[in-house]
């Protein structure tokens, strides 16, 4: 299946690893997900955000004994042990009625359609989109930034910075008529995960910037950029 958009927004790929968290796959779908779970790592780590999403609903489903009629028709069945003979008034009772299994047949049907109105509700559900920065300065692009709004993180990497002795370059947020706010300390030889304090996330958006400002060990002593800021780029959708 291509990773394509569907009508409903959501990449096919990501359809597939919900339906597979689901069970509704047949055998053969089912077989060729696990497949792809093992070669790819996109996939896999859908999978595993649709077991996140789904397994607190899965623990609130309470368990529900079988009648002793299911385990004595089962046994029947397989051993061939003639266990509605032995107690005739079952021959007639709710066990082997119409309307069980009629009752059944719509219990069961109703699951899955709740399941899978679920499922829609979900991934109807826009999802934030990705963020990146450009953060450039005197000509030339220090550091590229992306963003993923729904985990809440950052991933800044390294371009054409100049590491500065005793000095360490700090991230800054700039939201439009706010003080700076202090993101974290960067690296000039390697990636660097930032998490996005709480009570910024929505301030993280196309209307914010991202500055770089040089710092003494440790950053900022203040709370506010003491150092130059030499580097700077707007938030912007991919």
């Known amino acids: 299946m291509s990773d394509v958009d569907t009508h409903s927004g959501v990449p096919d790929s990501d359809m597939l690893a919900a339906e597979y968290v689901l069970g509704v796959l047949g055998a053969d779908e ?15 780590r859908a999978v595993g955000d649709w077991e996140n999403r789904l397994l607190p609903w899965a623990n609130t489903v ?25 107690m005739p008034e079952m021959r007639a009772g709710w066990w082997s ?18 399941s899978i109105a679920a499922l829609f509700i979900m991934l109807r559900a826009p999802a934030p989109l990705p963020l990146t920065a450009s953060i450039d300065g005197g000509g030339h692009r220090h550091f590229i930034a992306t963003i993923d709004p729904a985990r809440g993180q950052m991933v800044v990497s390294p371009a054409a910075f100049a590491a500065v002795p005793d000095r360490v370059p700090e991230l800054w947020l700039i939201v439009p008529g706010n003080a700076p706010h202090a993101l974290g300390l960067l690296n000039a030889d390697r990636a660097v995960t930032i998490t996005i304090p709480d009570n910024l996330r929505a301030h993280t958006n196309t209307n914010a910037s991202l500055a770089v400002s040089i710092e003494p060990p440790g950053g900022s002593p203040t709370g506010a950029p003491t150092g130059p800021v030499v580097a700077q780029g707007k938030l912007t959708s991919l």
Do not use: K, M, Y
């Not at 089912?30 to 896999?44: K, L």
């Open 62 to 86: 309470e368990s529900v004994p079988p009648p002793p009629q299911v385990w004595e028709r089962i046994l029947d069945a397989i051993q061939g042990t003639p266990a509605r003979r032995a």
């Open 30 to 44: 089912r077989a060729a997900a696990e497949r792809r779970i093992v070669r790819d790592a996109f996939f896999a």
């Open 97 to 114: 009625g119409l309307n069980f299994w009629r009752g059944l047949a719509a219990g069961t049907t109703a699951l899955a359609a709740a």
